[in-house]
C-alpha cells in the first residue's frame, strides 16, 4: 500500500513561525464541515451547522425534521445521511437526507432497526451502519442501505456488540473499532471485506475506547479520544494498515499526540491533510463540549479551531465534497 507520507507524523518538523491555520495547506475551499444533533447539556439538538475552510466562525444551518443524539451520518455526492439516534422520547430507526444544492431535507427508508450511539461509513457508494444500541439491547448487527434502490441489506454480524463504536471504510475493507459490548470497554478491532464479506480480527488498539470518534486520511486510521472505564481520554492512536496475498490487514497501533482536551462522544472528520475532532464530554459535571481541534500530522501536534455555536455531546459531523460533474 501506498502511505501518503503526510498523514504520518514527523516529529523532526521545524515549528511555524507565523499562526498556522486549523484547515491546513490541503483542504478544498469549496469542501464544508457540517455538524449534527447532539445534545448540549439539557436538550438534544436539531440543529446543524457549517464552516468551510478560512472561515473563523461556524454558521447554523437550520433544523433537522426532528432531534437527534446519538445519531451517524456520512455524506457522499452533495448529501448528507442521516441515520438513528434518541430523539428524549424514542430510539430511532428513522433516516434523512440533507441534498447541499436545495437546501431540503427529505425522508428515504428507514433502517432494519433502531440504533442509538451507532455508527455509519461509505463504502463502494453504499453506506454501511454498524453496533449500536436501543432500549437495554446493544448491537452486533450491522446494515447496509443503497441509495440506487432505496433499500437496507442485513451484512453478517460483527463478533461481538458494539456500543459507542468507531466505523470507518480503508481500501475495500470496513473497520469497527472499540466500543462497549454491553461488560467491557472494548480495545478490539475487526474488519469486514466487501471481497469476501466476512468479518476478521484485526491488530487491537494500545488502549480500550468507548464512545470514540474515527476518521481516515491519508491511508491512516486514526482513533481519538473516548472513554476506557476509568478515565475520558485526549489520547491518539493510528493504524495504517498492510495487507497480506489474502488482504487480511496486520500492522500496529501508534500513539501520537494527546488532543488539548479529553473529549468521548464527540466526532471526527478528515479535511486535507488535517483531522478535525468537534465536541464531546471532557467529564466535567455540567459542562458539554463546544470546543474542536486539528490535528497536523506533520507536526504531531493539535491546533485549536473555531468553536461550535453550542455545545455538542454525541454529534454527527461530516465533510460534505462538491459533487462529480455531471
Not at 442485513?154 to 471504510?169: E, H, N
Not at 475493507?173 to 478490539?188: M, T
Not at 467529564?283 to 506533520?298: F, I, P, Q
Request: with cysteine; hydrophobic share 40%.
Amino acid at each position: 500500500m501506498n502511505l501518503k507520507r503526510s498523514m504520518l507524523p514527523q516529529r523532526a518538523a521545524p515549528p511555524s513561525s507565523a499562526a498556522e491555520p486549523w484547515w491546513g495547506e490541503q483542504a478544498d475551499e469549496a469542501e464544508m464541515i457540517v455538524a449534527l444533533g447532539g445534545w448540549d447539556g439539557s436538550r438534544n439538538l436539531a440543529s446543524f451547522e457549517e464552516i468551510r475552510p478560512k472561515q473563523e466562525a461556524w454558521k447554523v444551518m437550520g433544523n433537522m425534521s426532528c432531534s437527534r443524539r446519538g445519531a451517524a451520518a456520512a455524506a457522499m455526492n452533495g448529501k448528507i445521511w442521516v441515520v438513528g439516534g434518541w430523539d428524549g422520547q424514542a430510539y430511532l430507526k428513522a433516516v434523512e437526507v440533507y441534498d447541499v444544492a436545495t437546501g431540503r431535507w427529505s425522508q428515504v427508508k428507514s433502517m432494519l432497526e433502531p440504533r442509538c450511539y451507532a455508527a455509519m461509513a461509505v463504502m463502494d457508494g453504499k453506506l454501511y451502519v454498524a453496533g449500536g444500541y436501543y432500549g437495554q439491547v446493544n448491537l452486533d448487527s450491522v446494515e447496509v442501505y443503497d441509495p440506487a434502490s432505496d433499500e437496507w441489506t442485513s451484512l453478517p454480524r460483527m463478533a461481538c456488540p458494539r456500543r459507542g463504536l468507531g466505523l470507518a471504510a480503508l481500501n475495500g475493507h470496513l473497520y469497527a473499532v472499540g466500543g462497549w459490548d454491553g461488560k467491557h470497554n472494548l480495545s478490539s478491532v475487526e474488519s469486514f471485506s466487501s471481497m469476501t464479506g466476512t468479518w476478521r480480527r484485526v491488530p487491537e488498539l494500545a488502549r480500550a475506547r468507548s464512545s470514540v470518534a474515527v476518521a481516515v486520511n491519508g491511508g491512516v486510521l486514526f482513533a481519538i479520544g473516548g472513554w476506557d472505564g476509568k478515565s475520558f481520554l485526549s489520547s491518539v492512536e493510528c493504524y495504517a494498515p498492510i495487507y497480506g496475498t489474502v488482504r487480511n490487514p496486520v500492522g500496529e497501533w501508534r500513539m501520537l499526540a494527546p488532543m488539548n482536551v479529553p473529549r468521548s462522544y464527540a466526532s471526527a472528520v478528515a479535511l486535507g491533510n488535517r483531522i478535525l475532532v468537534l465536541g464531546g464530554w471532557d467529564g466535567t459535571d455540567g459542562r458539554r463540549l463546544d470546543s474542536v481541534e486539528a490535528y497536523d500530522a506533520r507536526q504531531d501536534k493539535w491546533i485549536r479551531s473555531p468553536s461550535l455555536t453550542c455545545p455538542r455531546y454525541g454529534l454527527a459531523a461530516v465533510v460534505v465534497s462538491p459533487p462529480p460533474p455531471a
